[in-house]
């Protein structure tokens, strides 16, 4: 795949990758043929998507002209193995209609709106579109095969480790969330939940254990003897006592003030 030179505008600036490497996703802007490795011919329509990398066996070949808007990604944000990558790379996906479609009209607007405004708005419309891009391409993979293989990988276990590194330096926010967790680490909810699920838990089970354990450790502190259970509670991120004695009781068989009691004898 060929791109003509001074046809490249950057809308925010990239972090630091490590590694350089980049896959692309082009919007096409007129009717046009490709074909695949296997030598199918695929006829590609105005707004219709397609992932491309030239270090790639599968990216497709376009034998006449082309014209498209192509966006750059980190690799590093997708967080995808070789596997994966390799499997996306040379898919093209209906722009008029469904994911494929609101993504396409995502992008488009993107594109149109880069100059109207600002680098912080433009920074976030961005970084909304590479999380639509993700679950776009989660779409893909999962209709041919699952796509847990992949969340095993090192790239995969790398971020998830990240994000329960944040969860426990984030316990005492009552407004942690799967959506704040996601955003912070520029990626989508849906991708969020999957790490999860593919270590055998949620997002929100992780974090109301890791909740759990933090109170049972400070109703056990000898300074904390005095303290009531509601207060614990609350510097945890427990907006409801009540709720938290009964996740306290299914946790460890036993209600706060019972621990509590327990601790001081």
């Known amino acids: 795949m060929s791109l003509p030179s001074g046809h490249i505008q950057v809308l925010t600036a990239l972090p630091a990758t490590g590694n350089g490497r980049y896959l692309y996703l082009g919007r096409v802007l007129g009717a046009s043929t490709a074909t ?10 105005r707004s219709d998507l ?31 193995s070789d596997e994966d990558l390799d499997r996306v790379t040379g898919m093209a996906v209906r722009g008029d209609s469904g994911l494929g479609g609101l993504v396409s009209n995502v ?70 969330s799967p959506r704040t967790i996601a955003r912070a ?30 109170c049972r450790t400070d109703l056990s502190l000898t300074f904390n003897r005095n303290t009531t259970v509601a207060a614990v509670a609350r510097r945890w991120g427990f907006s409801s006592p009540a709720h938290f004695s009964r996740s306290f009781k299914e946790a460890y068989g036993m209600t706060p003030r019972e621990w509590q009691s327990l601790a001081a004898s």
């Open 36 to 45: 695949s490795r296997d030598g199918e011919e695929i006829r590609l329509g």
């Open 50 to 80: 397609v992932f491309c990398d030239p270090t790639r066996p599968r990216s497709l070949r376009f034998d006449g002209a082309c014209e498209m808007t192509v966006f750059r990604i980190s690799r590093q944000r997708l967080a995808l």
């Open 107 to 176: 992008l488009v607007t993107l594109t149109n709106e880069a100059d109207a405004h600002g680098a912080d708005v433009i920074g976030r419309l961005t970084r909304s579109a590479v999380d639509l891009i993700i679950v776009l391409m989660m779409e893909l993979l999962q209709s041919g095969t699952d796509m847990s293989a992949s969340l095993t990988t090192p790239g995969g276990r790398d971020m998830l480790h990240q994000i329960k590194a944040y969860i426990d330096e984030h316990l005492t926010d009552p407004d942690l």
């Open 185 to 214: 680490h520029h990626i989508s909810v849906r991708y969020l939940h999957k790490l999860f699920q593919s270590h055998g838990a949620t997002v929100g089970t992780w974090v109301r254990q890791r909740r759990l354990d933090s």
